[in-house]
C-alpha cells in the first residue's frame, strides 16, 4: 500500500532536527538539491494500495540506499547507523528524531526486488540533475567522456568441480528431505570427508588422487539425483527448476560452454582479463562511463554474456542519452573498444591509443582516458563494487547503477565540502601571516636596540 502522510500533531511538544542540526552540513544540503517529488513519482507505482500495511516511505527507501552505496554499509549497518545520526534521519525525510527502528534490514531487500532497471537509473540520473543544478558539472562536459569495462564479481566461493557437486548434493538432499523423499544413502558424512580430502590431494599436487575423490563425488551426486527423480512427481516448479539445474552441472564438461560455477547464482560467468595475479574472475561484465574532465559517472550497466567490449559501447551511449538528455560526441576508450569498419556509433567520433596524428587538444583529452582507472577503483573499494551480495541478474545491474550513485553522491557532499575548508585554510593562512608579521617586527625592534 502506498504510505500515507503521517499527523505531527501529537509530536507538537518534540524538538524539531532543523533545531538540533546544523543546517549548512554537507547532507543537509544536498538533502535540499535532490528532487524527491519526481522519485516519489517515479516509485509510486511500485506500491499497490488499499492492499496490505502501509507501505514505506519513498525518500526513506531511497535515501537509505544513497547513503548505503555512498559509505559502503551493508542493510544491517545502514538501518542501524541510520538511529544514531541526526543528519542521516533529516536526509531520508524525517522531520523529528527517531528512537526506534522505522523498518526491518530485510525490507530493503524487499524493496530492491520491486525495482527494475528503470527505476534504478532513476537514482542514477538524480544525481547527475543535483549536479547539474549546483554547477559542479555543465551539460556540455557530457560530449565527451571516457568509456571502460570492468568484472562485478560476484559472492561465490572459487568454483571447483568437487565444491559444486557436493553443493549440488546437499540441496538435493534438502529438498528430499522437505518433500518426505526417502533416499537410500544421503552421504553427509562421507561426502563432506571426500570434499576435505579431494582439497588436501589438490594443495599437496596428487593430482590423481585429487582426479579421483571429485569423481567419486560425481558418483554421489548422480545417484541422489536419479533416485529425486523417481518421484519428481512430488516436486514444486522451484525444486523441479533447481533438480534440472543440478542434472546441468553433473553433466558438464570442462570444454563445454555456458557452464554452470554455482548452484545459488548460475547467472555467474567466467571472464578471463589477463591479469597475471587473477587470470579467472567470476561474475559478470560492467560498463561504466565518465566525463571526460571532471569524472562524473553518466553510465552504468552491467553486460551479461560476456560480451566483447566494443559490442557494449552503444548501449552505453545510448543510456548516457537516456540519463543525461544529451548525445556524446567524442568518446575515448582503449584498444579493447576496435570495431570493424561500419560498426562505429552514429554521430560520435572514436578515439583509441595510437593510430593517425591528433592535435594537442586531443592529445590531452586522450590523455585523460587513464582516469577512469581510478574511477572503477574507487566504485570496488568504497562502494560495492567489488563483490556483489545482491541475487540474480537483475541484482547485478541493480548493484553497478547504484555503485555509480554512490560515487556520484561523494563527489557531491564533496563540493558542498570544499568552501568550508577553503574558508578554513583561508582563516589558517591569515593568522600565520599575522604571526609571521609579529615576529618580523620583534626581530626589527631587537635589532635597532642593539645599534644603541
Known amino acids: 500500500m502506498k504510505p500515507k502522510k503521517t499527523d505531527v500533531q501529537g509530536r507538537i511538544f518534540e524538538t524539531p532536527l532543523e533545531q538540533i542540526i546544523n543546517m549548512e552540513h554537507p547532507l543537509v544540503t544536498l538533502a535540499r538539491r535532490i528532487d524527491w517529488a519526481s522519485l516519489e513519482?517515479?516509485?509510486?507505482?511500485?506500491?499497490?494500495?488499499?492492499?496490505?500495511?502501509?507501505?514505506?516511505?519513498?525518500?526513506?527507501?531511497?535515501?537509505?540506499?544513497?547513503?548505503?552505496?555512498?559509505?559502503?554499509?551493508?542493510?544491517?549497518?545502514?538501518?542501524?547507523?541510520?538511529?544514531?545520526?541526526?543528519?542521516?534521519?533529516?536526509?531520508?525525510?524525517?522531520?523529528?528524531?527517531?528512537?526506534?527502528?522505522?523498518?526491518?534490514?530485510?525490507?530493503?531487500?524487499?524493496?530492491?526486488?520491486?525495482?527494475?532497471?528503470?527505476?534504478?537509473?532513476?537514482?542514477l540520473k538524480e544525481t547527475i540533475n543535483a549536479a547539474l543544478q549546483m554547477g559542479v558539472m555543465k551539460l556540455k562536459e557530457v560530449n565527451r567522456v571516457n568509456v571502460d569495462t570492468t568484472v562485478q564479481e560476484?559472492?561465490?566461493?572459487?568454483?571447483?568441480?568437487?565444491?559444486?557437486?557436493?553443493?549440488g548434493r546437499k540441496l538435493l538432499v534438502k529438498i528430499a528431505k522437505k518433500q518426505?523423499?526417502?533416499?537410500?544413502?544421503?552421504?553427509?558424512?562421507?561426502?563432506?570427508?571426500?570434499?576435505?580430502?579431494?582439497?588436501?590431494?589438490a594443495h599437496a599436487r596428487q593430482m590423481k588422487r585429487s582426479a579421483k575423490a571429485t569423481k567419486r563425488l560425481r558418483n554421489y551426486l548422480g545417484r541422489v539425483i536419479r533416485e529425486i527423480e523417481c518421484s519428481a512427481d512430488k516436486l514444486t516448479k522451484r525444486e523441479t527448476e533447481i533438480l534440472a539445474l543440478v542434472k546441468r552441472l553433473h553433466a558438464q564438461n570442462r570444454e563445454d560452454k555456458n557452464k554452470v560455477y554455482s548452484v545459488h547464482a548460475p547467472e555467474v560467468e567466467c571472464i578471463a582479463k589477463g591479469k597475471t595475479h587473477k587470470k579467472y574472475e567470476f561474475g559478470c561484465k560492467a560498463s561504466v562511463v565518465s566525463t571526460n574532465g571532471t569524472n562524473w559517472i553518466v553510465g552504468a550497466d552491467a553486460c551479461h554474456g560476456i560480451p566483447y567490449d566494443g559490442h557494449t559501447l552503444s548501449r552505453a551511449l545510448s543510456q548516457v542519452k537516456r540519463l543525461t538528455g544529451t548525445e556524446v560526441r567524442e568518446v575515448y576508450c582503449d584498444k579493447g573498444y576496435r570495431l570493424k569498419k561500419g560498426e562505429e556509433p552514429?554521430?560520435?567520433?572514436?578515439?583509441?591509443?595510437?593510430?593517425?596524428?591528433?592535435?594537442?587538444?586531443?592529445?590531452?583529452?586522450?590523455?585523460?582516458?587513464?582516469?577512469?582507472?581510478?574511477?572503477?577503483?574507487?566504485?570496488?573499494?568504497?562502494?560495492?563494487?567489488?563483490?556483489?551480495?545482491?541475487?540474480?541478474?537483475?541484482?547485478?545491474?541493480?548493484?553497478?547503477?547504484?555503485?555509480?550513485?554512490?560515487?556520484?553522491?561523494?563527489?557531491?557532499?564533496?563540493?558542498?565540502?570544499?568552501?568550508?575548508?577553503?574558508?578554513?585554510?583561508?582563516?589558517?593562512?591569515?593568522?600565520?601571516?599575522?604571526?609571521?608579521?609579529?615576529w618580523l617586527r620583534k626581530n626589527t625592534l631587537c635589532s635597532l636596540l642593539a645599534c644603541y
Not at 154 to 167: E, G, M, S
Not at 377 to 403: E, T
Request: proline residues 5%.
Open 41 to 123: 513519482e517515479k516509485f509510486g507505482k511500485l506500491y499497490v494500495p488499499y492492499n496490505g500495511r502501509p507501505g514505506l516511505p519513498t525518500r526513506l527507501m531511497a535515501g537509505l540506499h544513497y547513503l548505503k552505496y555512498t559509505y559502503d554499509y551493508s542493510d544491517e549497518s545502514v538501518v542501524a547507523t541510520f538511529l544514531e545520526n541526526p543528519y542521516w534521519q533529516y536526509f531520508c525525510g524525517q522531520e523529528y528524531f527517531v528512537h526506534d527502528l522505522p523498518l526491518d534490514p530485510s525490507s530493503m531487500t524487499r524493496w530492491r526486488k520491486r525495482l527494475g532497471k528503470d527505476e534504478s537509473e532513476a537514482l
Open 154 to 167: 560476484k559472492a561465490v566461493a572459487y568454483p571447483t568441480d568437487a565444491r559444486n557437486y557436493n553443493k
Open 180 to 201: 518426505g523423499i526417502e533416499l537410500r544413502q544421503s552421504y553427509a558424512r562421507v561426502g563432506e570427508e571426500l570434499l576435505r580430502q579431494q582439497a588436501r590431494y
Open 346 to 438: 552514429e554521430n560520435c567520433r572514436m578515439f583509441l591509443p595510437g593510430g593517425r596524428k591528433r592535435s594537442v587538444a586531443e592529445k590531452k583529452r586522450m590523455k585523460r582516458r587513464n582516469a577512469i582507472e581510478p574511477i572503477i577503483g574507487h566504485m570496488k573499494s568504497d562502494h560495492r563494487l567489488s563483490r556483489n551480495y545482491l541475487r540474480g541478474i537483475v541484482g547485478d545491474i541493480h548493484n553497478v547503477i547504484l555503485a555509480a550513485s554512490g560515487f556520484n553522491m561523494r563527489k557531491l557532499l564533496r563540493a558542498f565540502l570544499y568552501p568550508q575548508l577553503r574558508s578554513f585554510w583561508s582563516n589558517f593562512l591569515d593568522m600565520i601571516c599575522v604571526i609571521k608579521d609579529a
